[in-house]
């Protein structure tokens, strides 16, 4: 009977453990014998028993009728297990260890307010690991009901507020208030919990600043508003589009222009820029310019055959619009400049992504910036020209004199066409993209980023500077005694001196590398308060990227159609589903421990 047992309970934990990993739903609408569909629970359990004749003589109608482990607290309290050991090998993996958290609340499909935390530690081989740790359903978002949520989770799991070194959330007054927002309770109790904005948060609020800044640039994606509300707003107009988009993609193959292959000539639609959608304007700028005569077309024949008067009026002002000179140079200059900013944001998200190598990248970001101001003028004109050319949307000659539309010429100064563009648009608006880049990312100018600075390895160490590595050691007087101090100050010597001729450290670039390399030559234990402000650095989070892989992964878990699901049971969900690399390493021997470990069974093992 024990062995029966067991073989019934691992085979409801395979079922389980699939649809976690999966994401799937456990129930379905009707799950009695009659029914066509009892549900992924009970239908994989069928297919199982199907496949397998040991399965099938212990599972279903071949199992006793009060033990056949199929109910739907018997899945929950498996499902319960497996996050719990998942968590638990994360809680383990920190152990006493030094970590920081990222956080951010969102509302899932049944309108509650979530709050998804994220804890970032450095592993034992000198590796940046985010982990998902939980999400907690909060009554409302004060920062005193965050700060107890956090408490809570910690509690569940052994951890302390004391181990945080880091806080990384976005800009919402509840969680950077300077008086009673959520980092400033923390770090009453923690000192050296440093709190540091959302890199990519800011990047994406100074792209949305110069939009909403300038006013011809913020013109122009009212109208890229507008163009996806008329293209996209329709089944038919998308249609439209998709048969002119495939035409085109023919013509082209069979005239050479186009290469095919696997991943080539996609089909492609518009969609609506959101400002907390990291990418969607540099993508919609891209598809623009990629599907323009298409969508001039289609809008041309809406304005022409649409019988809404609506309709007609939008698609008349958007060609006027759209065939305008003005509209392709702010269209290209954006592209350029969200070019350089998407790159920077992507490298951003990366979970391995550490705070001096950010500041570094956004710095690159910068420079190109300046640079496209002091010697892109002539490529982007050209590049504009020969869109325009293609189009024919006509060129204005940049010597005559500029005429404002709808404004008396007596009223407004005289300037040229190149004044215009060069002056008015292209360099205002690079400047003030600059403005909004140092405005957003004044972080780069605290002492202690400053000071991590200097364990850059690149160019040989040539960041190093041994006073502002004891000054960043300072900061942290948990880690440091004024005696470790004063052995970091002759063991700092030793370090360099080491690492400047060994071989092995020539070519490192980031110090999440330096950190990698140190414990494989073994020198983290040779130079352990070096590593520890190496781990430190590492540890400040740059952006909350994996929060937000979270909440889209609770629309995934959590969706219209399972919109009654508990907490608890979201949560182990969530847990399994997110960490699914963790999930597939847990034995099931351990499933097995813990789920007779939770409460008295009907048969024990």
């Not at 002056?423 to 991590?452: G, S």
């Amino acid at each position: 009977m024990k062995a029966e047992y067991r073989t019934r309970l691992l085979a409801s934990i395979d079922c389980a453990r699939f649809l976690l990993h999966q994401g799937l739903a456990f129930h379905g609408h009707d799950e009695s014998d009659i029914s066509e569909n009892q549900g992924n629970f009970l239908e994989l359990l069928h297919f199982l028993a199907g496949h397998n004749d040991d399965i099938k003589k212990v599972v279903l109608e071949n199992a006793s009728k009060n033990l056949k482990l199929i109910a739907p607290n018997i899945q929950k309290d498996i499902s319960n297990a497996l996050a719990n050991e998942t968590t638990s090998i994360i809680v383990n993996d920190i152990g006493h260890g030094l970590f920081a958290i990222l956080c951010d609340k969102s509302r899932d499909a049944s309108t509650k307010e979530q709050l998804a935390v994220v804890i970032r530690y450095v592993d034992s081989h000198g590796y940046v690991i985010e982990r998902f740790l939980g999400i907690l359903h909060v009554r409302d978002t004060t920062a005193l009901s965050l700060k107890k949520a956090i408490d809570d989770l910690f509690s569940k799991h052994g951890l302390s507020i004391s181990q945080i070194r880091g806080q990384d959330y976005d800009g919402a007054s509840n969680m950077r208030g300077e008086y009673n927002g959520l980092k400033t309770l923390i770090m009453k109790k923690n000192g050296s919990a440093y709190y540091i904005h959302c890199f990519a948060h800011q990047l994406q609020l100074s792209l949305v600043g110069v939009a909403k800044k300038h006013v011809q640039v913020s013109s122009m994606y009212n109208t890229l508003s507008t163009l996806v509300h008329v293209l996209e707003g329709s089944s038919k107009r998308q249609k439209i589009l998709r048969e002119q988009h495939l035409k085109k993609v023919v013509d082209d193959l069979m005239t050479g222009d186009l290469m095919s292959g696997r991943g080539l000539n996609q089909e492609t639609s518009l969609q609506r820029a959101c400002d907390t959608r990291w990418g969607s304007h540099f993508g919609l700028l891209l598809k623009l310019k990629y599907i323009f005569s298409k969508s001039i077309r289609l809008i041309y024949a809406v304005e022409r055959h649409v019988s809404f008067t609506t309709k007609r009026r939008q698609a008349y002002a958007l060609l006027n619009s759209l065939q305008s000179f003005e509209f392709a140079f702010i269209l290209h200059l954006m592209k350029k400049i969200m070019g350089i900013t998407n790159a920077l944001s992507e490298a951003l998200q990366r979970k391995d992504q550490d705070i001096v190598n950010a500041m570094g990248l956004v710095k690159v970001s910068k420079q190109q910036l300046q640079a496209t101001r002091e010697d892109g003028w002539d490529f982007l004109l050209d590049e504009v020209c020969l869109f325009c050319e293609k189009h024919e949307i006509i060129i204005p000659k940049m010597d005559e004199m500029f005429i404002t539309s709808g404004r008396s010429r007596r009223k407004v100064q005289q300037i040229t066409n190149l004044h215009h563009y060069r002056v008015e648009l292209f360099c205002a608006v690079i400047d003030l993209q600059l403005q909004e880049l140092n405005n957003r990312f004044n972080e780069i100018n605290m002492e202690l980023l400053l000071c991590m600075a200097c364990l850059n390895p690149s160019d040989s160490f040539a960041a190093f500077d041994k006073k502002k590595l004891i000054r960043l050691a300072e900061h942290y007087p948990c880690e440091f005694s004024k005696l470790d101090i004063l052995a970091l100050d002759t063991e700092l010597d030793t370090y360099i001196n080491d690492l400047k001729s060994a071989k092995e450290f020539l070519d490192l670039r980031k110090i999440s590398d330096l950190a990698q390399r140190l414990v494989e030559t073994k020198r983290d234990i040779v130079y352990p308060l070096v590593y520890m402000l190496l781990k430190l650095a590492l540890i400040l989070p740059v952006a909350t990227a994996t929060v937000e892989r979270a909440f889209s992964a609770m629309n995934i878990v959590k969706n219209w159609l399972r919109n009654r699901m508990g907490d608890t049971w979201m949560n182990d969900c969530l847990v399994t589903y997110i960490e699914k690399n963790i999930l597939r390493e847990i034995k099931n021997e351990k499933v097995v421990n813990r789920y007779q470990n939770m409460k008295t069974r009907r048969e024990q093992l």
